[in-house]
């Protein structure tokens, strides 16, 4: 069986499959055609920085998972008495580091997945460009807001 076909192949982010999907697509007129990619050109660059990030703290997360999980077993298997390994400051900053890599993991995947779905809003939708911008420009700029904290502040509860 294979796995490619045109533009379909399984060795992609689903971003880069549905640029091609709408670059293809058959649009009442070349304008639209133009619009459509222009707009989904321009979520496909998020959507690929943040897999980008999302595979590197996925690994991060992955190697940090395994070492915490590893460290008693290896402290008990190895007589390390006095050395770094068996320090548990240095075993509690790795588990801060693994739980700072699984958090970003976590942070860019649902980041890229929006950034999928606008770009499947953007080539399934029977609205026009015209009016899918405003709805794909705010999902855009509330991404582009960065980290949120839940909450305000004390001074600003009232």
């Known amino acids: 069986m294979t796995t490619e076909r045109g533009h379909h192949t399984a060795n992609q982010t689903s971003a880069a499959f549905l640029l091609k999907v709408i670059e293809g697509g058959a649009w009442p007129d070349e304008a639209e ?18 897999a980008l990030l999302n595979k590197v703290f996925f690994f991060l997360a992955l190697f940090g998972t395994v070492a915490v999980v590893s460290w008693p077993v290896v402290a008990v298997l190895e007589v390390v008495e006095g050395t770094v ?60 807001e960065g980290f949120a904290f839940k909450g305000a502040p004390p001074s600003e509860k009232a």
């Open 33 to 50: 055609r133009s619009r459509r990619y222009d707009l989904a050109f321009d979520v496909y660059i998020k959507a690929r920085s943040y």
């Open 85 to 144: 390994l068996s320090a548990s400051v240095t075993q509690t900053a790795v588990t801060a580091f693994t739980a700072f890599a699984v958090y970003f993991y976590s942070y860019f995947k649902k980041r890229q997945m929006a950034c999928e779905t606008l770009m499947r809003t953007i080539a399934f939708s029977e609205k026009t460009s015209a009016d899918l911008w405003p709805v794909i420009l705010d999902e855009l700029a509330r991404l582009d």
